[in-house]
Every structure is written in structure tokens, then in C-alpha cells.
């Protein structure tokens, strides 16, 4: 069994250790502000796959991850997995310039990094937005 209530932020979960009834940790641990909402709930409900934790909205009945959050978690992700690469590609591109070499190939892949983002606002669940990365 955990507890669970909606913040402003996010949902908090309470894992209880047994050395507490869990009724007492309702009362003690959660803020009086979410008490009337905080549910004690089976560790069924929690989901396993915390991909999106942080974009995880509790109705009273269970949890679902909000789409919109969920997108610009990944966009997060993925700009901050893009950085090094843009920073490998920009030497490369320099070194070819400075040889006088094609930099088509170069553009392109900076070009498909930049657009990845936009693959993710595309997307209609958060299956697919799993589905994209670099």
C-alpha cells in the first residue's frame, strides 16, 4: 500500500515501511492542504515505468501522464543528448570548410537534430513519443 495526493507540481507518493499504520502517515506526512485528496492506494496502481514520472497526474482513481508533459520532458531529453553531438558536428563541419570539403552530409544530420523536437509534437501518446530518439 502507498499514499498518494496531487500537488501543484506533481504527484507525491508515500512508501510506508510497516513501522506505521499507514492511516497515521496520512495524517502526519501529508500536508493538510492535500489530506482530503490523499488516497491510500494498492502498489498496483503506481505505474512500473517511470519514463514521465514528472508528468504524472493523479484524478482520485489513478494516475495518468499528462501528454503535453510528457512531450516536453522529452524534448528535454533529447535537446540535452543533442548538445555533444551538435558540438562534434560543428568540428567537423569547421575542419571541412577549412579543407575545402563537402559539408552537405554535415548540414543534414544538424539539421535532422534540430527537427527531432518536432517529431515529438507529433506524436498521439506517449508510445510514440517513447518510439523517438537520436
Aim: glycine share 2%; proline share 4%.
Amino acid at each position: 500500500m502507498k499514499i498518494i495526493y496531487q500537488t501543484e507540481t506533481g504527484i507525491s507518493i508515500i512508501h510506508p515501511t510497516g513501522d506505521v499504520p499507514i492511516e497515521a502517515l496520512l495524517i502526519k506526512d501529508v500536508p493538510s492542504e492535500y489530506r482530503p485528496t490523499a488516497k491510500i492506494v494498492d502498489d498496483d496502481l503506481i505505474p512500473t515505468d517511470r519514463t514521465f514520472r514528472d508528468a504524472w497526474e493523479f484524478n482520485g482513481n489513478y494516475i495518468s501522464e499528462n501528454l503535453n508533459k510528457s512531450k516536453e520532458i522529452h524534448k528535454d531529453r533529447l535537446r540535452a543528448q543533442r548538445k555533444s553531438m551538435f558540438e562534434e558536428l560543428d568540428a567537423q563541419f569547421m575542419q571541412a570548410l577549412e579543407k575545402g570539403k563537402d559539408t552537405k552530409a554535415i548540414a543534414t544530420e544538424k539539421q535532422r537534430l534540430r527537427d527531432i523536437t518536432k517529431h515529438v509534437d507529433a506524436c498521439e501518446d506517449t508510445f510514440e513519443i517513447r518510439k523517438i530518439t537520436l
